[in-house]
C-alpha cells in the first residue's frame, strides 16, 4: 500500500480508498487499489481493481441483502459483473480485511508468474 484515504472526506467516510504499490505488480499494470466499505449492521463490499493501459480489470466481495441470490456474494473480473456465491465466509471485519489482502497477494503472484512464462 502506498496510500489511503476516506472519501469523501474524513469527517463522513463513506469509503476508504488503498492505493496498492504498483512496482509489485507487473509493468503492464499500471496502477491497484481497493475500495473497502464496512457498515455496522455487518454489510460490507471490499471493490478491488487494476488499471492497464488496455482498462480496468476489477471485481468485488460483498455481503448485503441480495433477494435472487446469497447476501455473501462474488462480482467476478474482468468486469464485476454478475454475482455468485462469494469465496470469503469470514464474518469479522478484519478477517474479511485480511482474507482480501490475502487473495490479492495471490492474485498479484500469479500475474507474475504469468509475465514469467
Known sequence: ???????????????LELSLDADQYPAAIDAGRLDVRWFTDGTY???????TADGAWEC??????????PNAHYHPPPTAGSAEASPLTEEHPLDCLFWV?????E????????DDG
Not at 500500500?1 to 469509503?15: A, L
Not at 468485488?60 to 441470490?69: A, E, I, L, T, Y
Not at 492474485?107 to 504469468?114: I, K, S
Open 60 to 69: 468485488r466481495f460483498d455481503h448485503h441483502p441480495k433477494p435472487d441470490g
Open 101 to 105: 489482502c490475502e487473495w490479492i497477494d
Open 1 to 15: 500500500m502506498t496510500d489511503w484515504r476516506f472519501r469523501p472526506d474524513p469527517i463522513s467516510p463513506r469509503v
Open 107 to 114: 492474485r498479484v503472484t500469479t500475474l507474475h508468474d504469468a
Open 45 to 51: 463490499s471490499f471493490h478491488y481493481r487494476e488499471d
